[in-house]
């Protein structure tokens, strides 16, 4: 059974960072491309960054050269470093398997002075 914990939200201040990690289980990790994906209130879900199981990244345009992802095979985990923070980087932030519908709780970013 797929399972997706999320952690390392929480309050920050605009220019500030956080690392955000998702543990996955019940699939294998290593040959799985991993996505993150963020949702504000009122706003649908939106993309975030991808990384291949070969750990090739991809980024959104509104956040390329802020954040980087990244994953530790060993660990089944996958990271999310958001450095530079923006109030408009704020939202519940959720990792996922690429090509399913398999969520976590997610973890709440909120960027605020």
């Known amino acids: 059974q797929v399972q997706l914990v999320e952690s390392g939200g929480g309050l920050v201040q605009p220019g500030g960072s956080l690392r955000l990690s998702c543990v996955a289980t019940g699939f294998i990790f290593t040959v799985s491309t991993m996505n993150w994906y963020r949702q504000a209130p009122g706003k649908q879900r939106e993309f975030v960054a991808r990384?291949?199981?070969?750990?090739?990244?991809y980024y959104a345009d509104s956040v390329a050269g802020r954040f980087t992802i990244s994953r530790d095979n060993a660990k089944n985990t996958a990271y999310l470093q958001m450095n530079f923070l923006k109030p408009e980087d704020t939202a519940v932030y959720y990792c996922n398997r690429e090509g399913t519908t398999s969520w976590g709780q997610g973890t709440q970013v909120t960027v605020s002075s």
């Open positions: 990384i291949s199981g070969a750990s090739s990244p």
